[in-house]
């Protein structure tokens, strides 16, 4: 009779096992099956699962290098004696540090 309290025992804790584990998997079937996405919620595009990664071209190779060419001639834009316009630059500030040049003659 003892070892028949032991035994049902034993199937009860592990019935209790089992419902918490078909408990956890119902919610992750239900979370994969109705993933939001940017077609059926207000979330980003950037947030979809099947979108391509930010290092993944979308380019198709073509066998060639990147950069120019050899035998390309390249143009480059050339300095001319008269420029249409001048721009002077005064800055305000030092980048690195901040202080102010407002006071110190340009140079």
């Known amino acids: 009779m003892n070892s028949g309290k032991i035994r049902v025992t034993e199937l009860e804790k592990k019935v209790i096992r ?3 584990l078909i ?3 119902l919610d992750k079937i239900e ?3 109705y993933r939001k996405n940017s077609r059926n919620s207000i979330v980003s595009l950037s947030k979809n699962e099947n979108r391509p ?3 993944q071209s979308l380019r198709t190779k073509f066998g060639k290098k990147a950069g120019g060419q050899r035998g390309h001639e390249g143009t480059t ?3 001319v004696e008269n420029p249409d316009q001048m721009i002077n630059y005064k800055p305000d500030f030092y980048n690195c540090c ?3 040049l407002s006071h110190k003659p340009e140079e």
Request: aromatic letters at 6%; charged letters at 30%.
């Open 98 to 100: 901040g202080h102010n």
């Open 31 to 33: 979370f994969l099956t």
């Open 23 to 25: 408990e956890k998997l």
């Open 53 to 55: 990664l930010k290092n």
């Open 77 to 79: 834009l050339k300095m």
């Open 18 to 20: 089992l419902e918490s």
